[in-house]
């Protein structure tokens, strides 16, 4: 598709760009499941440990949490991969 006399730059970035992702999103599975494999083989527990939730300090009339905080080990490994 991307060999095509008549395809556009922007088609083309858009079908790139899509292809990159699929492909980082595989990349995340497999190296997760490759871990877990290893710690299975090692003995040792394959999940993540849960952090203690930091307190941030807010002005009185705040009244949203954290997005962060709320986030799990398992997504920002993920992030982190990305």
Known sequence: MLQKVDI????????????IKD????????VLGEAKQ??????I???FKEVRKR???RFFDEKC????SEISQHEKFKLALL
């Open 38 to 43: 290893s710690c299975l083989a090692l003995n």
């Open 45 to 47: 527990d394959p999940s």
């Open 23 to 30: 492909y980082r999103g595989t990349i995340v599975n497999e």
């Open 8 to 19: 556009a730059i922007d088609v083309t970035c858009n079908l790139l760009t899509a292809q």
């Open 65 to 68: 949490e954290d997005e962060s």
């Open 55 to 57: 307190m941030k300090k």
